[in-house]
């Protein structure tokens, strides 16, 4: 016998193994992936009238390059009290389905952070909204870097970047994937050719309903694998 | 007689508490620290255990101090939810730690060899 005999209760690999298999289970037990993307969808294409009916268009009828400027209202007032409403919905969705489950819910430093970073976002748009010149000065074109921050602190952006923090709670290798992918859909932004022009109105229809079916794909995604686990 | 072997010095195997250091009991103690709270019937799923054997376990960690159980009804149906307390958490820390250095000395007196 040596000195570095195996004590009763089992080889200590086999015990440490035996230790992480388990918490990788609950963990897997606990995701509930798809109720966080789904809801986040439903958000995304419910804000899609409020976005173009709530834009406020100034076009001035004498300018001869036909220049407009908008200023979208009903983004500012939609997303804010919106995506509180689906961070709580979530977390209560997520606390439902664990219990049934038999286990406890891990979100809330999701939800938090969501919250929070929905707080950012909308006192960032006042502070910049309060600090527009007025009339408009035209940036044209519009920094590339300008572009990117601004798409960041958009509700679109906000959403990859909480999702990034559900991806570490549930050690969800497949989510932390598919959130890169959300994201730079959401802020290079992809439009797989898709533009319209035509309205100002609708400028920035087609990438929404690109970002919200990202998210729809995703969730019916997740969905589909918990079903076949 | 020997001198007293210091702290630092001691076989990892000495700084396992019996309590945690059995199968069964190590894995309710992981299961109710990734769930934060874990029912019965999860338990006595995941560990295959009956329904006596996971409450004579139970029991054993609720006397140490380790395991919180709370009774209650969801419908007709009782149900009872596991949390780990302070102590608990400490323990199963405790325990991993002890098992890694256990580990280590093991890979340690092999290559020696």
């Known amino acids: 016998m ?51 009916f709530g834009m406020k268009v100034d076009c001035v009828n ?3 390059s036909g220049s407009c400027s908008f200023d979208r209202q009903g983004v500012l007032f939609f997303w804010p009290v919106a995506l509180l409403i689906a961070y709580a919905i979530i977390a209560l969705l997520y606390v439902r389905v664990a219990r049934t489950r038999g286990v406890g819910a891990r979100v809330m430093p999701y939800v938090i952070t969501g ?29 590339g870097w300008v572009l990117f921050l601004d798409r960041l ?39 797989f050719g898709w533009q319209m022009h035509s309205n100002i109105r609708t400028e920035f229809l087609p990438q929404q309903i690109i ?12 969905a589909v694998a918990r079903r076949r686990r | 007689m020997t001198a007293p072997t210091p702290a630092s010095e001691a076989h990892p195997a000495n700084g396992l508490d019996e309590v945690v250091h059995q199968r069964v009991r190590l894995g309710i103690l992981t299961i109710a620290h990734e769930a934060r709270k874990v029912e019965f019937g999860y338990l006595r799923t995941q560990l295959d255990l009956t329904a006596g054997n996971l409450s004579k376990h139970l029991s054993v960690l609720e006397a140490a101090g380790l395991v919180n159980l709370e009774k209650g009804y969801e419908g007709r149906r009782g149900r009872t939810w596991i949390t780990l307390t302070g102590a608990g958490d400490a323990a199963l820390a405790e325990e991993i730690g002890q098992l890694k250095q256990l580990i280590a000395r093991v890979e340690t007196t092999r290559e020696d060899r």
Not at chain 1, 156 to 185: D, P
Not at chain 1, 211 to 222: A, R
């Open chain 1, 153 to 191: 602190i958009a509700p679109w952006g906000v959403i990859g970047l909480a999702l990034l923090v559900l991806a570490w709670l549930e050690r969800n290798v497949a989510l932390l994937v598919f959130t890169l992918a959300y994201l730079a859909v959401a802020l290079v932004p992809v439009d």
């Open chain 1, 115 to 143: 919250a929070v970073l929905t707080v950012l976002f909308t006192v960032t748009w006042f502070v910049v909204r309060a600090n527009l010149p007025d009339p408009p000065v035209s940036l044209d074109p519009t920094p």
């Open chain 1, 62 to 64: 004498n300018d001869p």
């Open chain 1, 2 to 52: 040596t000195t570095d005999s195996v004590p009763a209760g089992g080889d200590p690999r086999r015990l440490l193994a035996d230790t992480r298999d388990l918490a990788r289970k609950v963990r897997l037990d606990q995701r509930v992936t798809w109720v966080a993307l789904l809801v986040l969808a439903g958000v995304t294409f419910l804000a899609i009238p409020f976005d173009v």
């Open chain 1, 211 to 222: 970002n919200g079916t990202v998210l729809l794909l995703g969730g019916i995604g997740f």
